[in-house]
């Protein structure tokens, strides 16, 4: 019987926490999450503390134009 010397190697995994909520270093940790997700690694995001006020949105920013008025 021929044994396949390919081993599988396990997934990559990695964990991405933002625990600002500026959204300069928001935009940063999604950069690197779609940066490591394209390199075929699981990532998992976490907003603890003042990042959770980064995936908030008031409603005055939803009616706002095109040029932010």
């Known amino acids: 019987m021929h044994k396949n010397n390919e081993s599988k190697q396990p997934p990559h995994k990695a964990t991405v926490m933002l625990v600002s909520g500026e959204l ?5 940790v999604f950069e690197i999450a779609v ?15 003042y990042g ?18």
């Open 24 to 28: 300069d270093k928001a935009v940063l």
């Open 35 to 49: 940066g490591m997700q394209a390199m075929d690694t699981d990532v998992k995001m976490w907003f603890v503390l």
């Open 52 to 69: 959770v006020n980064c995936l908030k949105c008031s409603s005055s920013r939803l009616h706002r134009g095109v040029l932010g008025i």
